[in-house]
């Protein structure tokens, strides 16, 4: 198939890991789309499209300067004050280049809320440091013009190929007992779907604050013994763990900002995706 390439140069940050590297496949065959890893994996070596970026160690602003990116998406992970060091950095790109961020965030900047799902006007406030972390990125940006960002807040992340899924099948494999969380309310979403909705947010330009998960909301044991029925027959050991005696709700619903109908969730759509 042609390629169609748009005026468009993203670089993706984080482009080997599972969400990064499902964005860089959704977008490579419509934009000039180049990628980071941190690995030494050698199928990164000798692709012009990729750089190799150690977060505590490199300065971002390097491979910025080499690609001159019109949109940065930040799938980064590593040690918390590289990320906060690395996302200032970008900022100040930001500053003096027509480039916008689209920044990866969580469900987790409401963690501190549990008797509600969360909408994206909502005040964030955390009580996990990887919440915080999110928090406080997203705040850097939130003092931008909103034309230079678009905050995407997702929930429980799945997939084919992902560590979730990756993990229970280990579990499973071992007759290992699996973690599950019955008084966990929340929604969900697969890497495929979300790389089709930034698509569309890069396609229509679209700014702001974004809640990318299901419509619908499910138990954290439910889903999970959905996906196993989907692996195969087995007869999992669960360890039910209860933080809490009510239900608690780690969602994030859009309402002020909603993507259109082709591309909103549900949780039946998502299993589908999980076609193993």
Known sequence: MKKIISKHKILILGASGFIGN??????????NTFGTYFTNDISFNGNHHF?????EEDDILDILEAVKPTII???????????ITAHLRIIEYLAHHKCKLIFISSANVFDAYSKYPSYENDKTLSESIF???????EN????LPKRKYAILRLPMVFGVTSPRIEEIKKQLKENKSIEVFPKLVMNVTTDKRLSQ???????????????????DLVHHDDFIIEIINKLGDYQPIFKHVYTTNEDRYL????KTNPLPKHLQLY??????????
């Open 131 to 137: 919440g915080r972390l999110k928090i406080k990125i």
């Open 251 to 254: 969602a994030v619903l859009p």
């Open 197 to 215: 909705q930034i698509h569309y947010i890069i396609n229509r330009n679209k700014s702001g604050v974004f809640h990318l998960g299901s419509k």
């Open 51 to 55: 750089f190799q970026y150690n977060i």
């Open 140 to 143: 850097m940006l939130l003092r």
């Open 22 to 31: 499902a964005i860089y496949k959704e977008l490579c065959s419509y934009f």
């Open 267 to 276: 949780s039946l759509e998502i299993l589908s995706d999980l076609e193993l």
């Open 73 to 83: 998406i930040s799938s980064l992970r590593g040690d918390f004050s590289a990320q």
